[in-house]
């Protein structure tokens, strides 16, 4: 299974970015899929997810209502729309896919992950 991430770049605080993360090499609705970032120093933290069929999210408190998790099987292709940037989501962003919707928070139980793509918001 590979995950290609995108969509990554730089953009003012206040201001939106959308990721991308394409699925290959297996059914993708086969897997709950997730955004992890890691800030340089620190460790890599969890961000959101989303169950296999799209129907149930999860947030970390700090995105919650400022991003968004979205999927479309058809396209095997998982999104992070951000709105409403802010320095602190400065981070290297990484999606990783796993099969069960369990243990979602930890990174250790992920199985797949992409080779992350770089965000950054200056003020």
């Known amino acids: 299974v590979q995950l290609q991430a995108s969509g990554g770049g730089l953009v003012q605080a206040g201001g939106s970015l959308r990721l991308s993360c394409l699925v290959s090499?297996?059914?993708?609705?086969?897997?709950?899929m997730a955004w992890f970032r890691q800030a340089p120093g620190k460790e890599r933290e969890f961000v959101t997810a989303i169950s296999r069929q799209g129907v149930s999210t999860y947030a970390a408190d700090s995105v919650k209502g400022r991003f968004r998790i979205s999927r479309d099987n058809a396209e095997s292709t998982t999104y992070l729309q951000m709105n409403s940037l802010k320095p602190e989501d400065t981070a290297v962003y990484y999606c990783?896919?796993?099969?069960?919707?369990?243990?979602?928070?930890?990174?250790?139980?992920?199985?797949?992950w992409g080779q992350g793509t770089q965000v950054t918001v200056s003020s």
């Open positions: 990783a896919a796993k099969p069960e919707l369990r243990s979602i928070y930890t990174p250790g139980e992920y199985d797949y």
């Open positions: 090499g297996s059914t993708f609705s086969q897997y709950v």
